[in-house]
């Protein structure tokens, strides 16, 4: 399993109890920040993980609550009949490029840099901030706060029955964004709906994705173009890292050092959260960490989060795990959006054949929320890896081309920066290793899947010579 697909926990802060007791919200908040991290050698590889014990210390009395002793030495309980596991279905959307900024989830946010330069271009979170400045910065983020998510939607997700449940990325602190993931949460009681907060990103980034808030191990390259030298150029996967817990050495494949500020940093974050959100009743969780990358030194992850397959939590009530997907039904680590190409049938085994995965987590920790899924079967969303950019060799089919999406922000009184996007112009720098934009008003999209043709199903070889629009009457994508 990739750990980079996994958020490997996620405390539960409410229960079919009702608001759960704050005491045992405090248990489950100070379970991480009371974990010491054992590694204390200025070599990462010497350092060895300190075992989760699954029995609590002999002098450990323990904390009684109403149906269950929880035990801070072993970060485990005793419960009775009534302690009843986390065991609720949850239906769940998220409210993603809310508070933590994607291109490829809020592109007209990001046309203002088209055609930018070295000192003129934010890719991510935090260069978006960086390149404006807090207060035009600021001023475009309280915008898109009150225009991406708002109470209609919270309502209309309610009324269609389909949702229960809201996944909440959050970022580091931005001025006043607080205040909206409060509005929010009031919304989410008032219509009967959770929120599972997500911590999405962390210092330096976990994972080196836009997603992790941060392009990390990026440069510009205009200055070692031999031709066309006019081009504003950049590399990012080539030498991308993620610094989060340390200073990650390339050549060597591992980290030379170990960031503990930063790590407590983080887990200061969840115990600020819990201290914060625990007694909201709209509150389902905290995912301590998303998609750490999957070269981070597994030892210290396994201490840093709640850790699943050591014992952690043994007993207690209300615990899930979240994996982290792309994939048409459920897995932990196979995204089918960066599978080869293949006819539509192999993407329906290979989503179906996850499920026996699904079940070893759920025998060996408990439930299993799905927090994200995607029916995607290919790469061709704009920006999906990257502004402006794209994995070498992706996307590995032609893609659909359809207008541009309107900026959502613009009103009579306000007009988003960069457009209406120029249908006058092609591709726009700077350019990565890879290639993804508008282009003459038209966007890349993920291709349509054509209806079955008589005695050329799906599993043969026809979707080869199928083009990426369907023709009329031919979309078969929603079959």
């Given at each position: 399993m990739h750990i980079h697909s996994l958020a490997l926990a996620a405390t539960i802060l409410s229960s079919s109890h009702g608001v759960v007791d704050a005491q045992y919200a405090k248990f489950t908040g100070s379970a991480l920040a009371s974990r010491k991290l054992s590694d204390s050698s200025s070599d990462p590889a010497a350092a060895t993980p300190s075992p989760t014990p699954n029995e609590p210390d002999p002098n450990d009395p323990g904390i009684e609550l109403k149906h269950f002793r929880a035990y801070p030495s072993s970060h485990t309980c005793d419960s009775d009949s009534h302690a009843l596991p986390f065991n609720n279905q949850i239906r769940g959307v998220n409210l993603g490029g809310w508070m933590v900024l994607e291109p490829w989830i809020t592109?007209?946010?990001?046309?203002?840099?088209?055609?930018?330069?070295?000192?003129?271009?934010?890719?991510?979170?935090?260069?978006?901030?960086?390149?404006?400045?807090?207060?035009?910065?600021?001023?475009?983020?309280?915008?898109?706060?009150?225009?991406?998510?708002?109470?209609?939607?919270?309502?209309?997700?309610?009324?269609?029955?389909?949702?229960?449940?809201?996944?909440?990325?959050?970022?580091?602190?931005?001025?006043?964004?607080?205040?909206?993931?409060?509005?929010?949460?009031?919304?989410?009681?008032?219509?009967?709906?959770?929120?599972?907060f997500d911590v999405h990103t962390q210092v330096d980034s976990q994972n080196g994705f836009d997603n992790g808030g941060r392009t990390m191990n990026f440069e510009w390259t205009k200055g070692i173009n031999t031709w066309p030298r006019e081009?504003?150029?950049?590399?990012?996967?080539?030498?991308?890292?993620?610094?989060?817990?340390?200073?990650?050495?390339?050549?060597?494949?591992?980290?030379?050092?170990?960031?503990?500020?930063?790590?407590?940093?983080?887990?200061?974050?969840?115990?600020?959260?819990v201290d914060k959100y625990h007694d909201h009743p709209a509150v389902l969780g905290i995912e301590p960490v998303n998609e750490p990358w999957e070269l981070t030194p597994l030892h210290l992850l396994k201490q840093f989060t709640p850790e699943t397959w050591g014992g952690f939590m043994k007993g207690c009530p209300d615990r899930a795990l979240d994996t982290r997907e792309f994939i048409a039904l459920l897995h932990a680590d196979i995204y089918q959006a960066w599978m080869d190409p293949a006819p539509r049938t192999t993407f329906y085994g290979n989503a179906c054949s996850q499920k026996n995965q699904i079940a070893l987590m759920e025998r060996e920790f408990g439930p299993v929320v799905v927090g994200e899924w995607s029916l995607a079967t290919d790469n061709c969303a704009m920006w999906l890896n990257g502004f402006n950019d794209n994995l070498p060799g992706f996307p590995r089919s032609p893609c659909k081309y359809i207008p541009c999406s309107s900026p959502y922000m613009n009103n009579d009184n306000y007009t988003q920066p960069?457009?209406?996007?120029d249908a006058g112009k092609g591709l726009q720098g700077p350019f990565g290793t890879g290639m993804s934009g508008p282009s003459f008003g038209l966007c890349p999209?993920?291709?349509?899947?054509?209806?079955?043709?008589?005695?050329?199903?799906?599993?043969?070889?026809?979707?080869?010579?199928?083009?990426?629009?369907?023709?009329?009457?031919?979309?078969?994508?929603?079959?």
């Open positions: 592109p007209s946010l990001f046309y203002q840099f088209l055609d930018g330069n070295e000192t003129s271009v934010a890719m991510d979170h935090y260069s978006f901030c960086e390149v404006l400045g807090p207060e035009e910065g600021n001023k475009q983020l309280r915008k898109h706060w009150e225009t991406w998510v708002t109470e209609d939607i919270i309502r209309e997700l309610a009324e269609s029955g389909a949702v229960n449940s809201l996944r909440l990325p959050v970022a580091g602190c931005t001025d006043g964004a607080l205040d909206y993931v409060d509005q929010l949460l009031d919304w989410a009681r008032s219509y009967g709906l959770t929120v599972l081009l504003t150029t950049f590399q990012h996967w080539p030498i991308r890292a993620a610094n989060w817990m340390g200073n990650f050495d390339p050549h060597a494949v591992n980290y030379t050092d170990i960031n503990h500020e930063n790590i407590e940093h983080s887990v200061r974050v969840v115990q600020d959260l960069g457009t209406p996007i999209v993920d291709r349509d899947w054509m209806t079955e043709r008589q005695n050329r199903g799906e599993g043969g070889t026809s979707w080869v010579m199928d083009p990426p629009e369907a023709p009329r009457g031919r979309d078969g994508t929603d079959e």
